[in-house]
Every structure is written in structure tokens, then in C-alpha cells.
């Protein structure tokens, strides 16, 4: 189950200090040592939020090691931490709590997963994201849910109330027809490289009925990080797009729902939807042409 260590190492906000130093140990396998700077760090300043995020590293490095009890031991002591910040805060009060919630959750289902207990970490996934179905980690539980589950399922609906640019058909319509779903953000470097190739595939593909669909979304900020109110981003928004999408054949349905429904806590995020309306790829993370080209393939055969 490749995912499991995808997952695992997927990219994640850059903090500085103990957690940057915890990270490096536990993918070092280094348990001592990353045990040790949790514990400094906690001792000369309590269970902060960051000292809490700091203590999932390891449980997340083990994990990517494959090291499933360890995981599951780091995991739950992660989540009793948590658990206990949460009396006395909000989750979404500051990011670092979340991150350190949204991981231990996270390892706990697919080190379940990788002991062969696929049905007990799916069940877990579901129980979570109904218990924080209106907090920021819903989208990365709903990611590794899918990535347990979608593909052979029929495709979530897609909001389409609002576009970037000309409005396009709701998913259910396009049905009869091949579909790639590219969710990508304003932001997001990996999605303007990811661009180009779906650019090349549109277009060797273009004598097909292929279709390709790119839910994006509102952050809150424009160029730099800076705060902007929601019409100021939506125009911001569209410069973007005309920048760095305009080869790209697509309508831009403009919504945060989608992507909590999808899973998309990484950006960019693909997935494939044959004729009959059934998802045959979810993947978080750009893809290479050599990746993607057969399998478009076998979509628009399909």
C-alpha cells in the first residue's frame, strides 16, 4: 500500500525550532533522540500546541517506517495530548493544534490499515470526520478516507453555484463523458507545473470527448499572503488562472465545499471519473505526463 507512506511524507507546513528538529529524528528513525527534544522542549514550556505538533512527528515518522505499533503507541499519546488542549482552547484557535490532531488521527487509520485492518480504519475515518465535520481537518480525513475507498465508487457531486470565468455543467451531467478532476489553489506551486502536462494530455486527447474540470477555492489572502476580502481574491483568483492556466481548456467551479467533500487538503489533487460516473484514480500530489498518460488512456477507452 504505497499511499501509506505517501501519506506519511506528504508536504506540510515549514516550522522552525523543535519541530523541524523532531521531523528530521523520527525520519532518521532516531526514537531516542526526537523522544528527547519532545521531552526538553515540553519540560521548559508545557504542552504547548507546538510541542504537541513536535510529538506527532514521531508518530507520523513512524508510520512512514512502517513501524505500526510504535505508530499506533505515538499516535494515541498524540491524541490524549490533544484531547486535553482542546479543554481549554478551540481547535482551529491557531494551526498547530489542528496539524497535530489531523495526524494522529491520520496515523492511527492507516497504521490500522497496514496491519490489514482496512475495514477498522475506514470506520475510524468516518466516526472522525462526522465528530469534526465543521473544523479545518475534515479535508484530511476525507483525503484518507478516499484513499481508502473511492476509486470503484461513484464520484461525489461537485458544487458548481459559483466559477472563475465561464460556468460550467454540473458533474452529473457530464456523465457519458471521460472526466479529470484537477484541484488546485492560487497558491500552489505544484499545480502550476502540473498545468503543462494536463495542457499536453487535453490536447493529444482532444479528437475524445475528454473532459477536464478545475475546482479551486477562497484561502482568505492574494499575492505575498496578504488578507483580502472574498471579491478582491476572486479577481486575484482569475489572474492566476488566465497566468498560469490559460492553455488549459477548463471550467473553474469556485468553491470551499468541494474541496472538503474531496479530500483536498493537498494541492494539487487529481482524480480520474469514467463514462459511467465512477471514480477510477484519486491522487493527492502532482503526477508526472510518464504517469498520467496511460491511464487517460484507459479512461477515454473506457
Same mark, same amino acid.
Given at each position: &500500500? *504505497?499511499?501509506? %507512506?505517501? %501519506?506519511?511524507?506528504?508536504?506540510?507546513?515549514?516550522?522552525?525550532?523543535?519541530?523541524?528538529?523532531?521531523?528530521?529524528?523520527?525520519?532518521?528513525?532516531?526514537?531516542?533522540?526526537?523522544?528527547?527534544?519532545?521531552?526538553?522542549? /515540553?519540560? /521548559?514550556?508545557?504542552?504547548?500546541?507546538?510541542?504537541?505538533?513536535?510529538?506527532?512527528?514521531?508518530?507520523?515518522?513512524?508510520?512512514?517506517?512502517?513501524?505500526?505499533?510504535?505508530?499506533?503507541?505515538?499516535?494515541?499519546?498524540?491524541?490524549?495530548?490533544?484531547?486535553?488542549?482542546?479543554?481549554?482552547?478551540? @481547535?482551529?484557535?491557531?494551526?498547530?493544534?489542528?496539524?497535530?490532531?489531523?495526524?494522529?488521527?491520520?496515523?492511527?487509520?492507516?497504521?490500522?490499515?497496514?496491519?490489514?485492518?482496512?475495514?477498522?480504519?475506514?470506520?475510524? @475515518?468516518?466516526?472522525? #470526520?462526522?465528530?469534526?465535520?465543521?473544523?479545518? #481537518?475534515?479535508?484530511?480525513?476525507?483525503?484518507?478516507?478516499?484513499?481508502?475507498?473511492?476509486?470503484?465508487? $461513484?464520484?461525489?457531486?461537485?458544487?458548481?453555484?459559483?466559477?472563475?470565468? $465561464?460556468?460550467?455543467?454540473? @458533474?452529473?451531467?457530464?456523465?457519458?463523458?471521460?472526466?479529470?478532476?484537477?484541484?488546485?489553489?492560487?497558491?500552489?506551486?505544484?499545480?502550476? /507545473?502540473?498545468?503543462?502536462?494536463?495542457?499536453?494530455? /487535453?490536447?493529444?486527447? *482532444?479528437?475524445?470527448?475528454? %473532459?477536464?474540470?478545475?475546482?479551486?477555492?477562497?484561502?482568505?489572502?492574494?499575492?505575498?499572503?496578504?488578507?483580502?476580502?472574498?471579491?478582491?481574491?476572486?479577481?486575484?483568483?482569475?489572474?492566476?488562472?488566465?497566468?498560469?492556466?490559460?492553455?488549459?481548456?477548463?471550467?473553474? $467551479?469556485?468553491?470551499?465545499?468541494?474541496?472538503?467533500?474531496?479530500?483536498?487538503?493537498?494541492?494539487?489533487?487529481?482524480? &480520474?471519473?469514467?463514462?459511467?460516473? %465512477?471514480?477510477?484514480?484519486?491522487?493527492?500530489?502532482?503526477?508526472?505526463?510518464?504517469?498520467?498518460?496511460?491511464?487517460?488512456?484507459?479512461?477515454?477507452?473506457?
Amino acid at each position: &500500500m *504505497k499511499f501509506l %507512506v505517501w %501519506v506519511a511524507l506528504c508536504a506540510a507546513p515549514v516550522w522552525g525550532g523543535v519541530i523541524q528538529d523532531v521531523r528530521a529524528a523520527a525520519s532518521a528513525k532516531n526514537w531516542t533522540l526526537a523522544g528527547k527534544l519532545v521531552a526538553d522542549f /515540553q519540560k /521548559q514550556n508545557g504542552w504547548t500546541p507546538e510541542a504537541i505538533l513536535a510529538q506527532s512527528w514521531i508518530a507520523r515518522g513512524a508510520q512512514a517506517a512502517g513501524d505500526w505499533d510504535r505508530a499506533l503507541r505515538e499516535a494515541s499519546h498524540t491524541r490524549e495530548l490533544a484531547d486535553a488542549a482542546l479543554k481549554q482552547r478551540k @481547535l482551529d484557535a491557531e494551526p498547530q493544534l489542528p496539524l497535530a490532531l489531523g495526524a494522529a488521527i491520520e496515523v492511527e487509520a492507516l497504521s490500522l490499515a497496514g496491519q490489514g485492518q482496512r475495514t477498522e480504519a475506514v470506520a475510524l @475515518l468516518r466516526r472522525e #470526520i462526522k465528530n469534526w465535520h465543521g473544523a479545518s #481537518i475534515r479535508a484530511r480525513l476525507q483525503k484518507n478516507l478516499n484513499l481508502l475507498t473511492l476509486e470503484g465508487k $461513484p464520484a461525489p457531486a461537485l458544487e458548481t453555484k459559483e466559477f472563475i470565468g $465561464p460556468a460550467g455543467p454540473a @458533474l452529473a451531467a457530464l456523465k457519458g463523458k471521460p472526466v479529470i478532476l484537477f484541484f488546485w489553489a492560487h497558491w500552489c506551486g505544484d499545480c502550476k /507545473q502540473q498545468a503543462p502536462v494536463l495542457a499536453r494530455l /487535453q490536447e493529444e486527447n *482532444k479528437a475524445t470527448d475528454l %473532459v477536464i474540470v478545475g475546482p479551486t477555492q477562497r484561502y482568505g489572502y492574494v499575492a505575498g499572503g496578504v488578507d483580502a476580502p472574498p471579491d478582491e481574491e476572486v479577481r486575484y483568483i482569475g489572474q492566476v488562472r488566465k497566468q498560469f492556466y490559460g492553455s488549459l481548456h477548463m471550467a473553474v $467551479p469556485l468553491s470551499e465545499e468541494n474541496f472538503r467533500s474531496w479530500g483536498c487538503s493537498t494541492t494539487p489533487t487529481l482524480a &480520474m471519473i469514467d463514462r459511467a460516473g %465512477v471514480v477510477r484514480l484519486y491522487h493527492p500530489g502532482r503526477m508526472s505526463y510518464e504517469e498520467l498518460a496511460p491511464k487517460v488512456a484507459a479512461l477515454v477507452k473506457r
